[in-house]
């Protein structure tokens, strides 16, 4: 199947700092990637939508000053959260589409394995 | 606005014993459905998913689920559970379009007992 690396799985840092979260798709080519963020017990909340090439599309509440999102490739994404602080500490997890079938519509959705994110 | 609704926070169930997670949908038009699997700390897992024909489709670790267009559900069912399918489930929805993301239900935990 379709495998996403995510990296890094955990980071730790101070309040302040920014903080830059990869994501790439091994074995096929993405044109969209997702990604969201998840807070213990919830369930996963979308952040924003990247289609390679152009500016992510921002979920509403979701500051795009700080959650910069570039996607310069068909095979990467990155998430870099800007003068983190506390409450940014959450679960981020990207995920990325691929066609199964030419001109087919159904995506699915292949997913990280997620990016603790822990601020100080 | 397209929502998914899973009502219950936790099944428990006995190893051997047939298990079914709930889901609904609230979503305009005929979305694909989903359900993935998440293990603590870990990204989600694809289990299956719905797009047209059969009501009822198979996935992957022995898991089902079956679409009911008239109720909007979308349960995911196991004839015979395992311990080690104890895990948080989730149902998604997403709309046709190419592109479109998913939206997720809150999550249900189950849990396998010995």
């Known amino acids: 199947g379709a495998v996403v690396s995510q990296h890094p799985s955990r980071v730790i840092c101070k309040s302040g700092t920014s903080v830059k979260i990869e994501c790439r798709s091994l074995d096929f080519q993405a044109t969209t990637m997702f990604w969201y963020r998840q807070f213990p017990k919830q369930s996963l909340m979308l952040m924003a939508t990247s289609n390679e090439g152009s500016k992510a599309t921002y979920e509403q509440g979701v500051e795009k000053d700080k959650f910069l999102i570039n996607h310069a490739s068909l095979t990467l994404s990155t998430l870099t959260v800007t003068s983190a602080h506390p409450e940014d500490s959450s679960f981020y997890i990207c995920?990325?589409?691929?066609?199964?079938?030419?001109?087919?519509?159904?995506?699915?959705?292949?997913f990280g394995a997620g990016t603790r994110l822990s601020v100080l | 606005a397209q929502s998914v609704a899973q009502p219950e926070d936790q099944v428990n169930v006995a190893e051997g014993n047939p298990l079914t997670v709930k889901c609904t949908y609230s979503?305009?038009?005929?979305?694909?459905l989903f359900w993935y699997v998440q293990y603590p700390n870990r990204g989600l897992q694809f289990l299956l998913k719905?797009?047209?024909?059969?009501?009822l489709v198979k996935g992957s670790y022995g898991f089902e689920a079956e679409f009911n267009k008239s109720q909007t559900s979308f349960h995911l069912k196991k004839p015979s559970a395992l311990v080690s399918d104890s895990a948080l489930y989730f149902c998604?929805?997403?709309?046709?379009?190419?592109?479109?993301?998913?939206?997720f239900g809150k999550g249900t935990t189950l849990s396998v007992s010995s």
């Open positions: 995920s990325a589409t691929v066609s199964h079938l030419a001109g087919g519509p159904y995506n699915i959705q292949y």
């Open positions: 979503v305009s038009g005929n979305p694909y």
């Open positions: 998604a929805v997403r709309g046709r379009q190419a592109g479109t993301a998913l939206i």
């Open positions: 719905y797009i047209t024909g059969d009501n």
